[in-house]
C-alpha cells in the first residue's frame, strides 16, 4: 500500500479510483477438516483473495506454509494485479494459502487437504473467473490434485481452470522454468543498458528453490559468474564461481547449499552485502531492509521473489545509485507461461518449448522497455516507473468499466 500510494501520488490518480484499487474485492477465509493417515480429523484454514479483475480473471497461486495470513494473502493479491498488468497480460490479482507445514504431512494427508481446500474456495475458480497456480511448497501434482477436484466437481474436464500443471494433464513446457528464464531475459537488457555486459558479470542468488536454481543456471550458461547461492540452511561464496548445475543436482538429491562443499559458507545476510555486480533475491519478501541496504554493493538487483526489499531500503538503494528491476517485473516470467498455459488449454492446441521461450522472450522484453521508458521520461526510480505502468493500465480499464450495476 505504501508503494501503491505513492505512485498514486505521482499520477494523479483521483480519490475514488484510488479507493477501489487500494481494496480487495473478495477475501474468502475457510476452515476444514482433512482425515490424516492414523484415522484422527484434523483442522486447517486457508484464504484465497481476489483483488481486482479490472482486466481480466483473478490469476495468483497457492502457497502452503505455517506462517500464511490473511494479510500476506491480501499483499501478495494486490502484487499480481500489478504483475499481470505490467507484462500486459489479460488478467487481475488474486492469491491463495493454507496454513500448513507440508512436510509435516505424508503424501496421502497432503492430497486429503488439498482436495478438500480445492473443494472449498471452488466457488471463486474458474477458467474465466480466478485461475489459482502453483507458489511457495505448493508443486504441479498438487495443481493436477485441485484441476482434478474442480474437474469431478464440475462433471467435466476443465483444464483451464489451474495452471503450473503436469505436462501429463494439459501442463504447458517451459512452464517450471519460467520465472528464472524471465531472471535471464531481464538481466539480459538491464545490463547493456547500465553499460556492463552480463558475460563476466558476477552474480549471487539468495534462495536456490525454483526460481532461483534456473536463472543461477541460465546466468551460468550466458556467460555470467555466479559466486554466491543460498538456501534456508545458509549460503556458500566462491569468488572463482559454482557450478550451478551441480550445486542443482545436489540440493535436488536432497542436499543443503551449505553442506555442498562448493564454497565458503556465508548466511543469509551476508550474501546479500558480497562484492557482486548482480543481486538476485529469489527467496522470501522482506529480505533488503533499513537495516542492511547501506551495505548492498551490488549495482543491479534483480528480483525474483515478491516484495524483497522494503520502501525504506529502496529509497537508500535508489540514492547509492543502485538498478532495482523490481519484483512485479523481474518475477513475470511465470505468470506469463501460465498464461500460456491457460490459452492453450482453451483452445486445446500446445506449443513446444521453443515457441513458448520465444514467445516469452518477447514478452519479457517489451515489458523491460516499457517501464524503462517510463523510468527516463519522468525520472522515477524503475519500481515507481513498473508502477506507474501497472497502475495506469488498471485505473484506465476500470474507469472505461463504469460501476455495475
Partial sequence: MTQFDAVAEIMHLEDG????????????????????????????????VQHNNALGPHKGGIRFHPDVSLDEVRALATWMTWKCSVAGLPYGGGK????????????????NLTRRYASEI?????????????????????MAWMMDTISKEQKQAVPGVITGKPLEVFGSEGRFEATGRGVLYVAQEACPFRGRPLEGATVAVQGFGNAGTVAACLLHDA?????????????????????????????????????????????????????VDILVPAAFEGQITAKNAADVKARIIIEAANGPTSP???DILNDAGAFIVPDILASAGGVIVSYFEWVQNIQG???????????????????????????????????MAAYVVAVQRVADATKARGIYP
Fill in 349 to 383: 492446441y500446445y506449443w513446444d518449448e521453443e515457441e513458448v521461450n520465444q514467445r516469452l522472450h518477447r514478452m519479457m522484453k517489451k515489458a523491460f522497455h516499457n517501464v524503462v521508458n517510463v523510468h527516463e521520461r519522468d525520472k522515477l526510480p524503475m519500481r
Fill in 223 to 275: 556467460g555470467a559468474l555466479v559466486v554466491a547461492v543460498s538456501d534456508t540452511s545458509g549460503g556458500i561464496y566462491n569468488p572463482k564461481g559454482i557450478d550451478a548445475e551441480a550445486l542443482t543436482r545436489f540440493k535436488r538429491g536432497g542436499g543443503r547449499v551449505a553442506d555442498s562443499g562448493a564454497g565458503d559458507v556465508i548466511t543469509n545476510a551476508e550474501l546479500l552485502t558480497l562484492p
Fill in 17 to 48: 479510483i484510488r479507493s477501489e484499487l487500494r481494496a480487495c474485492q473478495r477475501e474468502l477465509t475457510v476452515h476444514f477438516p482433512v482425515q490424516m493417515d492414523d484415522g484422527s480429523r484434523r483442522m486447517f484454514t486457508g484464504y484465497r
Fill in 312 to 314: 525504506e531500503a529502496d
Fill in 96 to 111: 491463495g494459502g493454507v496454513i500448513v507445514n507440508p512436510k509435516e504431512l505424508s503424501q496421502d494427508e497432503l492430497e
Fill in 122 to 142: 471452488s466457488p471463486l475458480i474458474g477458467t474465466w473467473k480466478d485461475v489459482p497456480a502453483p507458489d511457495v511448497n505448493t508443486t504441479g501434482q498438487i
